[in-house]
């Protein structure tokens, strides 16, 4: 396939390998308590609770839909940057930057955690524009590198992401390359709000958004070998996941979008979206080596701290620009936790 054409995708049939694969499929894709299957959603009947919700979420996206994007994403980051720095997530965000960045001082921490919180609200207002700002080419800087980069993804590839800056504008990469590019989400308790959001996030996901669960794995294996660009947020704890050294600290880490890789064959790339100002950004993008021994395990925790070193990078350049309110670390004052590595038997097939 081209670089400017695509064609219609289909998740394909599971391979033995990949029926094989099931159990560390299930836990890369697991999510502890909150764990959703494909197709749950649709079956969880709605409560007053949700329905008020939903309404608000309603009202809000189409006030946010219909308001120019620079003014939305201004109100956003406005609102967001007074309230958040006043709730115990603001404390939790600067007592994750003294573990990882321990040279920063109490104001540079504070300081950077109130851009944080202004740099999140863009991002919610931006997010009922998405469309907009992917169709408009001014505001996406691609990288330097990036027919090569085609190119190298011309029959597939998966592309790990951070929450840095506009991690949803990273589409914009595969959409101006003409590659199809699949989602990976985690689902929302409300189903009511989670359809609407699935509709305003579709179109940039054309070859399909899929929340975590089931046999999610064997099916993103199909799309990446039939060409598509597989899109995942690849920065969030993982309590069943692989150890990872993050900002010199262990971490709890993915393993999915090196598995993906090494079992698919398909190159993987790290990418985060940089805001320059406004609703402007620039991409960013490093083609992840992933190992391919005997030891798939191993290769896999390989390939996932390369591409967190690349994380780790991009996060020291502009630190603000990171949600840094996740418990990413084992270690944490507020809820110690104990790490999980991937064993060889859940990468056997």
């Given amino acids: 396939m081209g670089c400017g054409q695509s064609r219609p995708l289909r998740a394909c049939p599971c391979r033995d390998e990949e029926r094989q694969a099931s159990v560390h499929w299930r836990a890369a894709l697991s999510c502890g308590k909150d764990e959703f299957r494909s197709g ?30 620079e003014i939305a994403s201004w109100f956003g980051g406005r609102v967001m940057g007074v309230v958040m720095p006043l709730t115990s997530r603001h404390a939790r965000a600067k007592e994750h930057m003294a573990l990882a960045m321990p040279e920063l001082g109490e104001a540079d921490r504070d300081r950077i955690a109130r851009a944080m919180w202004r740099q999140l609200g863009r991002v919610f207002g931006e997010a009922f524009q998405l469309d907009k700002i992917l169709a408009d080419d001014r505001r996406i800087i691609l990288p330097d590198d990036f027919d090569d980069l085609i ?19 990273a589409g914009a990469v ?26 305003l996030r579709g179109p940039v996901y054309p070859a399909g958004l899929f929340a975590k669960g089931g046999d999610l794995g064997t099916r993103l294996i199909g799309l ?18 692989v150890q990872v050294q ?47 021994t005997d030891d798939r395990a191993a290769d896999i925790q390989v390939a996932t701290q390369r591409m967190h070193d690349a994380f780790e990078r991009w996060i020291r350049a502009h630190p603000e620009q990171w949600m840094w309110t996740h418990r990413k670390w084992a270690q944490s004052r507020a809820r110690p936790l104990v790490l999980k590595s991937l064993s060889e038997a859940d990468v056997r097939s």
């Fill in 40 to 69: 749950s959603m649709a079956k969880q009947r709605a409560k007053p609770q949700h329905v008020a919700e939903y309404v608000l979420l309603r009202i809000l996206g189409a006030v946010m839909r219909y308001t120019p994007v």
């Fill in 151 to 169: 190119e190298l993804c011309r029959d597939g590839c998966v592309v790990a992401t951070a929450h840095y800056g506009n991690w949803e504008v």
């Fill in 174 to 199: 595969a959409h101006r390359g003409g590659k199809q590019l699949a989602g990976v989400y985690q689902a929302l308790h409300n189903p009511l709000a989670e359809r609407y959001l699935q509709r």
């Fill in 224 to 241: 990446v070998r039939q060409g598509a660009a597989v899109g995942l947020v690849a920065d969030l704890r993982e309590k069943r996941g």
């Fill in 246 to 292: 993050f900002f010199g600290q262990p971490a709890f880490a993915t393993p999915l979008p090196a598995m993906l890789a090494r079992m698919s064959g398909r190159p993987l790339v790290a990418g985060v979206v940089l805001r320059e100002g406004g609703v402007k950004f620039r991409t960013f993008c490093e083609v992840i080596d992933v190992p391919h």
